[in-house]
């Protein structure tokens, strides 16, 4: 079992940049596929990014390219998120995930999931 838990959330004004971390315990995270998933008020949860096993391959969703970085070390055994060019529709909990499958697409595809972070973006 692995147990996950998010940190770096706070307030951000419109077009600043925030990093979240990622702090797994119980096994090493070079056993699973991390993603990070968001969620609103009053919406689905939603697919933001994901990084292989290795590091090497990483996925985002649309709504983010070229603005998130998602990135791993797995000799710190953390995750980290980059957020650029913030806008309000980034306003979330952020959620870290682990899954044990190569290429995880969908969260029913990560089994274990941290308590979520809050992310406020104001205009």
């Known amino acids: 079992q692995v147990q996950l838990v998010e940190s770096g959330g706070g307030l951000v004004q419109a077009g600043g940049s925030l990093t979240l971390s990622c702090a797994a315990s119980g096994r090493s995270i070079s056993n699973y596929a991390m993603g990070w998933f968001r969620q609103a008020p009053g919406k689905e949860r939603d697919f933001v990014a994901h990084s292989s096993r290795s590091g090497g391959i990483t996925f985002y969703a649309n709504s983010v390219k070229g603005r998130f970085t998602i990135s791993r070390d797995n000799a710190r055994n953390t995750v980290y998120l980059r957020m650029n060019s913030l806008n309000v529709e980034d306003t979330a909990v952020y959620y870290c995930?682990?899954?044990?499958?190569?290429?995880?697409?969908?969260?029913?595809?990560?089994?274990?999931w941290g308590q979520g972070t809050q992310v406020t973006v104001s205009s």
């Open positions: 995930a682990a899954a044990p499958t190569v290429s995880p697409r969908r969260a029913s595809d990560y089994n274990y």
